[in-house]
């Protein structure tokens, strides 16, 4: 591991603007983390070290109203102004994905968003047998929010939309040759399903399956984390549920208070899937326990297979639904999934011939595989990124501005480049913002790209932050923690009089391990000192969600080619906002 020791004696300190930092001067007079224009932080009104989240649940409220495009993409870029202004989200990189699969195992395909799809794969054998991650935390369409969880999904729940091998949006539950029609304001479509179509178990599946499946998505009783996908953008219906109707067994109408350019995704999304009604009620009676029908083997599903058995921890297996609309194209009857996050175990496996597609591969084991016609990299929209928790009692006693430079002073501490290059490894982009590069602006153009109408604060970076670290980026973060109160020693250390330090949260992984030691070096170099703890996944998962943590690993894939779905999830009210914006 790369280690670096720089010293210098501090600048003055810094001082203060509307925001509460003055960037420091790199050499060639430009500054090195610019404040984006007209943004101020204000703080919360229960904790004077988080932001007011008012201005930005109002902004994407907004975005999401009946505006023209280039209204909305100007909007889109305030939020993210405000968002970056708060140092709480830090992008380390854009994500692509890799994996590897035996060679005679075709038909495999993937999708922008790391959705995987087995069920038109083709084999010598019999089985598949495969490696996604360890135990998913969810497999209720409506309840899971992980990529993983949501690649099982896919595998056995059917939408209206899904995607085809080439990345395109085609019909699946709806009728290909009239899948729908949207009114000439845009606000109502009106979908056509499928005769005949049936649920695993045999039973009819119809347009009320997907009504009650929305509808129950937006009830805050299901605690879903994607409720505002529909709350946000469905209009009310009189009872004061979305307004979602199924006119007859195969018409479902769908309102929406403003345009929706991202709408047909929505309906390709795990979010927007059916389930079944009588089973979750038999299930879950007393309306304590949504997920209950489906936590074990045995479940009602609408898609290619369905799961036959699950040994938690250990295994599951998908055997082929012969009720599925498109039975007669599935030729492997079974998919064995093996259940770990040990890369090492994994790759173990792989090479043993006891899995013929694996996820992940060892760190160390990249440069050496890179090249073999096994090995894969394919594009996603993504970004992996470390995150603050705003309300953790590491800001105690600080201002927002201080809390805020505190944590600007970490995202310009951590050297991507060498992350990139040593561990990642397969030509990952250093990220500079959040919204990943590449991702449509909904108005014919590309959202991370400077323009007449926005002009990023780093702007040869097209972001917020340099790319690289630099003696100016380690100087400035000193003036940044300066300002938050941290004094320093003629070596440019923190002295023993202000120690800071941070506990970093990860999930069990070779890559991710590799990660936090670097930016535990990076941070060394300063004096902090970073204490990282992992955690098993669904037990990771749940600690972000809930709050019970300072500083953590954290990945965004988006779920839809729009910069609403990587901004949407920090409102107050979303479950995905683990950096606890707007919340108490």
């Excluded at 007079?29 to 229960?46: C, I, M, N, W």
């Excluded at 209720?140 to 729940?157: E, H, K």
């Excluded at 009602?300 to 055997?319: D, P």
């Excluded at 955690?535 to 019970?548: I, M, P, S, T």
Aim: with cysteine; hydrophobic share 40%; net charge negative.
């Amino acid at each position: 591991m790369k280690k670096r020791v720089l010293a210098m004696t501090l600048a003055a300190m810094t001082t203060v603007s509307m925001l509460g930092i003055v960037p420091a001067m790199a050499d060639d007079g430009s500054t090195l983390y610019p404040t984006p224009d007209g943004v101020t932080l204000e703080a919360s009104s229960y904790n004077e070290a988080a932001p007011d989240w008012t201005e930005y649940d109002n902004l994407i409220a907004q975005i999401k109203s009946n505006i023209t495009t280039e209204e909305r993409v100007a909007l889109m870029h305030k939020a993210e102004d405000i968002l970056m202004a708060t140092g709480a989200v830090i992008p380390l990189y854009y994500y692509n994905d890799l994996y590897v699969q035996k060679t005679d195992v075709e038909g495999i395909y993937s999708n922008l968003f790391g959705f995987k799809f087995f069920q038109y794969a083709t084999s010598p054998r019999d089985v598949l047998k495969i490696n996604l991650a360890s135990e998913p935390a969810k497999v209720d369409p409506a309840l899971n929010s992980s990529v993983d969880g949501a690649c099982l999904i896919v595998n056995m729940f059917d939408g209206l939309y899904t995607y085809n091998a080439d990345g395109q949006l085609e019909p699946a539950v709806a009728d290909p040759e009239n899948p729908y029609e949207v009114s000439e304001d845009g606000t109502q479509y009106t979908f056509h399903l499928q005769e005949g179509l049936k649920w695993s178990d045999g039973s009819a599946l119809t347009a009320g399956d997907f009504e009650y499946a929305w509808k129950r998505a937006a009830k805050d009783e299901t605690g879903a984390d994607y409720a505002y996908l529909f709350t946000d953008i469905f209009a009310t219906a009189e009872d004061g549920t979305i307004d979602v109707k199924a006119t007859d067994d195969t018409t479902l109408v769908a309102t929406l208070t403003a345009p929706c350019a991202y709408f047909l995704d929505l309906a390709a999304f795990p979010a927007f899937f059916p389930v079944p009604q009588a089973a979750i009620e038999a299930a879950d009676a007393d309306g304590t326990n949504p997920g209950a029908w489906c936590q074990e083997a045995g479940f009602v599903t609408n898609g290619a297979y369905t799961m036959t058995e699950w040994t938690h921890e250990e295994s599951i297996v998908l055997t082929k639904n012969e009720n599925w609309r498109n039975a007669d194209k599935v030729s492997i009857p079974e998919l064995n999934f093996m259940l770990s996050a040990d890369d090492t175990a994994i790759y173990a496996a792989y090479q043993g011939d006891n899995l013929d597609f694996a996820d992940t591969v060892p760190t160390n084991e990249i440069a050496s595989i890179m090249n073999n016609d096994d090995f894969h990299v394919v594009d996603q929209l993504g970004t992996y990124y470390v995150a603050f928790n705003v309300n953790s009692s590491l800001f105690e006693g600080k201002t927002v501005e201080q809390a805020a430079a505190m944590r600007k002073a970490i995202a310009l501490l951590i050297d991507r480049d060498y992350i990139v290059e040593n561990i990642a490894q397969t030509g990952q982009k250093i990220a500079t913002s959040f919204i990943p590069a590449g991702m449509a602006d909904s108005n014919g153009g590309v959202f991370k790209a400077n323009s007449d109408a926005y002009t990023f604060p780093v702007e040869e970076e097209e972001g917020y932050f340099p790319a690289e670290l630099s003696d100016d980026c380690i100087e400035e973060a000193r003036k940044l923690l300066e300002f938050a109160g941290y004094k320093f020693t003629e070596d440019g250390v923190l002295s023993d009089e202000t120690p800071l330090a941070i506990t970093y949260l990860i999930n069990e992984s070779s890559a991710h391990k590799l990660i936090a030691e670097a930016i535990q070096s990076d941070l060394s170099e300063v004096g902090i000192d970073l204490d990282i703890e992992s955690r098993e996944w669904n037990v990771f998962l749940d600690e972000r969600k809930q709050g019970n943590f300072d500083f953590a690993r954290e990945g965004w894939i988006a779920d839809y080619n729009d910069p609403i779905n990587m901004l949407e999830m920090w409102t107050s009210q979303s479950g995905n906002n683990d950096s606890q914006f707007g919340k108490n």
